[in-house]
């Protein structure tokens, strides 16, 4: 019986007993008066019994997304440095160098953001000065504003804000276009998104956002993304932020930020085996999901009675 007060509570049957003042409660002269659906003892053992195999496969799941996010880890420490090279790709006679980013292969390059981006005007650039976008500016639909919200998985989407093709033609130097980087300037520091092809033609950066357009003739901006997300490259987001007041970066630190460089075969290849292994991720992160979706609705039905398991 208590493990289904737990599970009754969950699916908010005791919500209408709780007292909503400063720290929502549930009084013991409320709860006593709380109505319990009670079906027999082997029903509902039948019934923790099934909801209980739910929440295994869940922590099952759980522990699984979490090794293979280790997994990746591990291997973007080895493929981001050079300490493995794929095949194909191995030098004869393989040295090392000491550089700003760690020691990397003879054969790659240190290179700073401001080299690696395209040789053109507003290559890197962050978002309009706060009076030239305001909320008054969003429309129903438009070109979409990139914010902090849109930047939680490693393509920018979801939830946008939009703005009117006339207003983002008057901010066209803040424009970001399929396979740009972009960067939090403040706000959540860390967070690294790009900009997914087949998406929108175009989006504007917010406020609180920076763009970088790569030489893709060069770099590949899913490579350089995998390396600002890899933990070497979150340490040096966060090490040469501003920390007086709210922490926040810049365009000139953005520019200096650094990436090992391998030659642009090596670092499609070294891209796209990390990128499997997001893909990997995600599709157990929507599997969970999906499982933790479908145990809510069987505490709904089997917990009111609704679905009898005996």
Request: with cysteine.
């Amino acid at each position: 019986m208590v493990a289904l007060l737990q599970r009754w509570s969950q699916i908010g049957l005791l919500d209408n007993y709780v007292t909503q003042t400063s720290i929502a409660h549930l009084p013991r002269e409320k709860f006593l008066q709380v109505p319990i659906p009670c079906p027999s003892l082997p029903e509902q053992q039948a019934i923790a019994a099934a909801l209980s195999d739910a929440d295994a496969l869940l922590d099952g799941l759980d522990r699984l997304i979490a090794k293979k996010r280790d997994l990746k880890q591990a291997t973007m420490q080895q493929l981001l440095t050079g300490q493995t090279r794929l095949p194909g790709f191995s030098s004869m006679n393989p040295g090392y160098k000491q550089t700003e980013v760690g020691v990397i292969p003879e054969d790659w390059d240190c290179a700073p953001i401001r080299d690696a981006a395209m040789n053109r005007d507003n290559a890197i650039v962050g978002g309009p000065f706060g009076s030239d976008l305001v909320s008054a500016d969003y429309v129903i639909a438009g070109v979409p504003v990139i914010r902090g919200q849109n930047m939680s998985a490693g393509l920018v989407s979801s939830d946008f804000v939009f703005v009117s093709l006339r207003k983002a033609k008057s901010l066209s130097a803040n424009l970001a276009y399929p396979s740009d980087l972009i960067f939090t300037q403040r706000g959540t520091l860390g967070q690294v998104s790009m900009v997914p092809i087949g998406g929108f033609e175009c989006y504007l950066v917010s406020q609180s956002q920076m763009k970088v357009s790569l030489n893709r003739t060069r770099h590949d901006p899913s490579f350089v993304y995998q390396y600002f997300v890899s933990r070497a490259g979150q340490k040096q987001i966060i090490d040469s932020a501003i920390q007086t007041g709210v922490p926040h970066t810049n365009l000139g630190i953005l520019r200096a930020y650094r990436f090992p460089a391998p030659p642009l075969p090596e670092q499609q290849a070294i891209a796209a085996v990390l990128s499997d292994m997001d893909a990997e991720i995600a599709a157990l992160e929507a599997r969970r999901d999906k499982t933790r979706n479908l145990k809510q609705a069987m505490m709904q039905e089997l917990l009111t009675g609704r679905t009898r398991l005996i």
